[in-house]
């Protein structure tokens, strides 16, 4: 799927989010990565099998 150089990583690799974004539309709330993962503005994820990720984010604490 991915032509880049260096390639994107693979959908279920640790750094999966860290591919390049081929759609964006922050009207709907998700963008689309080259890796063919659906990312939400949540932090959650819809993989290429169909497998859900769940939110994700990072909660920090004053």
Same mark, same amino acid.
């Given at each position: 799927? @991915?032509? $880049?150089?260096?390639? @994107?990583?693979?959908p279920? /690799? #640790?750094? %999966?989010?860290? /591919? %390049?974004? +081929?759609? $964006? $539309?922050?009207?709907?709330?998700?963008?689309? #990565? @080259?890796?063919?993962? +659906? +990312?939400?503005d949540?932090?959650?994820? #819809?993989l290429?099998?169909? %497998?859900? +990720?769940?939110?994700?984010?990072h909660?920090?604490?004053?």
């Open positions: 799927m @991915c032509t $880049h150089e260096p390639a @994107c990583p693979k279920d /690799a #640790l750094d %999966r989010e860290a /591919a %390049r974004t +081929v759609a $964006h $539309h922050p009207e709907q709330g998700w963008s689309l #990565l @080259c890796n063919g993962i +659906v +990312v939400f949540d932090t959650g994820e #819809l290429p099998d169909g %497998r859900a +990720v769940a939110p994700h984010r909660i920090t604490t004053a």
